[in-house]
């Protein structure tokens, strides 16, 4: 099956990477260079809303699917009249616009910081004095790894921030003092059926994403709240393919942040660490294949490599240790790779994370949580005698 990616970055290398065994090939369009996809399938440099190109591209494959959220959602319901596309426009809507994802979310019953529509500045003025401060204000659209956004912690901020944010449609919301962060994967196949990986806990640094550690400790009920949350979406949605639901925990209890129709950065692990990647697996929904099992095969943490290279590829002297570049240049804030660590149980994980972090540039260690990832004295790095590889 020929398989067309809408986008080209490391999401659409990592699936292509789990389609070529099963004897898949793809052609991917994207407006940017490309240049994670290289050697991967055909590219098409073109923008998203270029009638000619996306006609083209769609008669040259047999299923689309998307590894970009921001894709236009009625270019993607224009490809569904031509063919098989999955997950489909109704997902992207829904997940595009802030508002109108916090708004499914309390129709479906998945408990939200409180949030207010933001159409002007007595609006903000209005909805800070209801919710109270500090709060955290949006853009609606566009807004990723922590950008178009604004914490408000005295009422002379929301003037900045109106400003700041662009004077246009915002959205406000309680400002959480969660217990920590966490994320859960679905797949929803064709026929309805659904699979979901362990819940993952997540570590961000100036919003982005820097650790995350699965399975994360958490109770059966909790990873029961969160399937539930995640399959009201999934069926609601008609949804084909991964989802990623991004969740605060307060307590013993979950809140909804925002999901993501597509593969996820907090799902990397399940590459070495579960018995399907969700690369796989989404791949598997979209072609209307049997979904794979999501158990976790050992603990796994995944340290997104951000901004710099190159990296010391000695890091593989770590035990458990897995590389994964995306052949992309380096820029500040910009995603280029990422390492997987893996072990038999969290001590060891702990400790081999402790080893890696001698091999990581630099710039990349204060953004790091200091008690998980502190560079262990010497001797105390050694491998556990005896410890298995997974
Ligand atoms: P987002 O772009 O919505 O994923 O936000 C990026 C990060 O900002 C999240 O992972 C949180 O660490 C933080 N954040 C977002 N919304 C809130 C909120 N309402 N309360 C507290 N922290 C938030």
């Not at 009638?51 to 993607?76: G, H, I, L, Q, Y």
């Not at 294949?289 to 002297?317: E, F, K, Y």
Request: aromatic residues 6%; glycine residues 10%.
């Amino acid at each position: 099956m020929k398989i067309g990616i809408l986008g080209a970055g490391q999401l659409g290398r990592m699936l292509a990477l789990a389609g070529l065994p099963m004897g898949h090939s793809f052609h991917f369009l994207d407006p940017g260079e490309g240049e994670s996809v290289a050697g991967l399938g055909g590219f098409t440099r073109a923008s998203f809303d270029d009638p000619d190109a996306m006609a083209r591209f769609v008669a040259s494959v047999d299923r689309v699917t998307f590894e970009f959220e921001n894709v236009p959602a009625a270019a993607v319901a224009r490809i569904a009249s031509e063919r098989p596309v999955a997950p489909g426009a109704l997902a992207l809507e829904r997940s595009q616009d802030r508002l109108i994802e916090k708004q499914l979310f309390t129709e479906l019953g998945i408990p939200t910081a409180p949030f207010r529509s933001i159409e002007t500045p007595l609006d903000l003025k209005q909805a800070a004095a209801e919710i109270g401060l500090p709060a955290v204000i949006k853009t609606r659209r566009h807004g990723y790894d922590g950008k178009g956004q604004w914490v408000a912690t005295q009422t002379g901020d929301l003037e900045t921030a109106w400003r700041a944010l662009g004077a246009q449609p915002l959205i406000l919301e309680g400002f959480v003092r969660f217990r920590r962060e966490l994320s859960i994967i679905g797949a929803r196949d064709a026929w309805g059926g659904t699979v979901f990986y362990p819940l993952v806990e997540n570590h961000h640094g100036d919003g982005i994403l820097r650790l995350s550690l699965a399975p994360a400790a958490v109770e059966a009920e909790l990873q029961a709240f969160a399937e539930g949350y995640a399959h009201r979406l999934l069926d609601t949605l008609q949804y084909e393919g991964v989802l990623a639901l991004e969740l605060f925990q307060v307590g013993d209890e979950l809140f909804a942040n925002e999901m993501a129709p597509r593969v996820h950065n907090s799902g990397h692990w399940t590459i070495e660490g579960a018995e399907t990647s969700q690369f796989e697996n989404h791949l598997r929904a979209v072609l209307g294949l049997p979904l794979g099992a999501t158990a976790s095969r050992c603990q796994s943490a995944m340290v997104n490599l951000i901004g710099s290279l190159p990296v010391d590829t000695d890091l593989l002297a770590c035990p458990g240790a897995h590389l994964h570049l995306y052949a992309k240049q380096p820029r500040p804030g910009r995603k280029v790779g990422h390492v997987t660590i893996t072990a038999e149980s969290d001590p060891e994980l702990r400790r081999r994370l402790g080893n890696l972090m001698r091999y990581l540039p630099a710039n990349l260690l204060p953004h790091l949580p200091a008690p998980l990832v502190r560079q262990v004295a010497p001797g105390e790095i050694l491998p556990v005698p005896g410890a298995r590889e997974c």
